[in-house]
């Protein structure tokens, strides 16, 4: 009969490892937990606490491309509600050329302002 010396591995004890990033623990109040919990449910996929707080977290870091994907594309901005409301209030007995130079000047803002503008890029 042939001598048999096989190694059997021992066991590992608990529970098998499920991911390899560090766990990091996190006390929230109620309330902000209600509010990370209303931000899941109004995403399209739905996440779970963990997922929408990593994703939160993101956001607010600034580096999260998540965020950029899932901006709504169809809500106006503020240069287009300003529009409408010009729009609204413009003097109807006024020539339709006056009405244009009138808005564009108003969108555009006092030249002192515009000077003062970050998210412009600056003319050379």
Known sequence: MANSNKVI????RGRPATGKDPITALRLPPTL????EAWAKKQVDDPNRSEA???LVEIGL?????ARSQKRSD??????LAAAQIDRLTDPAAPADEQAHR????LKGPEEFREVRV???KKK
């Open 103 to 106: 808005k564009r000047r108003l």
């Open 53 to 55: 707080i990593r994703r």
């Open 75 to 80: 809500s106006p901005t503020a240069r287009d």
């Open 62 to 66: 600034g580096s999260a491309k998540i």
């Open 9 to 12: 591995p021992k066991k590992k």
């Open 33 to 36: 937990l209600a509010a990370v």
């Open 119 to 121: 998210d412009r890029t």
